[in-house]
């Protein structure tokens, strides 16, 4: 089989889990066509799994890209070491300009030694790009994102890990689908190896899938006040219930329901933040929300600078009655 990675074209490692592909690959995709407007070449997506073919066939078909599912038996479970050995045989031959990777734990993990192995450059946590003076500058936040900074690469290649929810939701399966290609290859064994996984056990809709998120704060008080919190969310549709990281930090919710930099980025249609006072590791989690109604006491607190709707009251006084008025409604 011919390689069909082109140099110094725009790559994209596809994302995958249990079998799905997992959303943020498609945001990787638009974020590849938003590069490609002012960086024109090709775009290719790879796939890395066991049995990949079926991912490798639906992704060509949803986003019109052309795909290369590498088949490795050895890798059942994501193994790092793995996904750099693997990436750098198959890329270093046409070195592509660019290699889009979510900026997910995964990604995180794999994509700066990728980029050492390489030869290559890299800049962590996207989340936009633009041209200034002719020169392509991709922006990032830094110091827990209190400040906006423009990076610049003069390297051949550069891998980039990009922020989930930077780029909008799944495309719509309406375009031409790509071609799809497949290489087996034999992976060494590792320094190190996956041997089991565990999930998390939890009835809760994925974050990254709830079309609204009502979320929780220090300011709820104490921990059986989410309670209140999931009566809200418990009659809107498609919900689910996080919190910020001091909520995780203090055992009342798992990290897995965590919004922020260090938790999940989320961005559902609805985000209501509850006692939450907007520190900015949180905000770099939620910003990119359809529309976000915040609760708080503080009339002066930093959520309310990315509000639509700011409702100064205690969330304990005010849930009860909205929850009431809702009940009306509907009745």
Not at 70 to 86: D, E, F, S
Not at 152 to 168: I, M
Not at 255 to 264: C, M, N, P, S
């Amino acid at each position: 089989m011919r390689n069909m990675i082109q140099s110094g074209s725009i790559v994209v490692i596809a994302e995958h889990f249990q079998g799905e592909i997992r959303p943020v690959t498609h945001e990787l995709v638009r974020f590849a066509e938003a590069l490609q407007e002012v960086r024109p070449t090709g775009i290719q997506i790879l796939v890395l799994g066991e049995k990949v073919e079926g991912l490798a066939k639906n992704l060509a078909k949803t986003t019109g890209k052309d795909v290369l599912g590498i088949l490795a038996p050895q890798l059942t479970r994501y193994n790092g070491q793995a996904y750099k050995t693997v990436l750098h045989e198959v890329l270093r031959e046409h070195p592509p300009a660019y290699v889009c990777v979510a900026h997910s734990s995964r990604g995180s993990d794999f994509a700066p030694g990728l980029a050492m192995r390489m030869g290559a450059a890299c800049i962590t946590g996207v989340s936009s790009i633009s041209v200034q003076e002719g020169v392509i500058c991709f922006s990032r936040d830094i110091y827990g994102g209190k400040i906006n900074a423009d990076m610049v690469s003069s390297s051949k290649t550069t891998v980039l890990t990009v922020q989930p929810g930077s780029y909008g939701p799944t495309p719509k399966n309406d375009q031409a689908g790509g071609k799809v290609y497949l290489k087996s290859v034999v992976v060494v064994p590792q320094a190190s190896t996956t041997l089991s996984t565990t999930a998390f056990q939890t009835s809760d809709l994925d974050l990254s899938i709830a079309r609204i998120i009502v979320s929780a704060g220090r300011g709820i008080g104490e921990a059986e006040n989410l309670q209140l919190i999931r009566n809200l969310a418990s009659v809107l549709p498609r919900s689910v219930v996080c919190g910020s990281r001091p909520v995780i930090d203090l055992g009342w919710m798992t990290y897995d329901r965590q919004v922020g930099i260090t938790g999940a980025i989320v961005t559902p249609d609805l985000y209501i933040a509850c006692g939450i006072s907007g520190a900015a590791q949180h905000a770099g989690g939620m910003k990119g929300s359809g529309f976000i109604v915040s609760i708080n006491t503080d009339p002066m607190a930093a959520i309310f600078n990315l509000s639509d709707i700011c409702i100064v009251e205690d969330l304990m006084t005010f849930i009860p009655v909205l929850l009431e008025k809702m009940a009306e409604q509907r009745n």
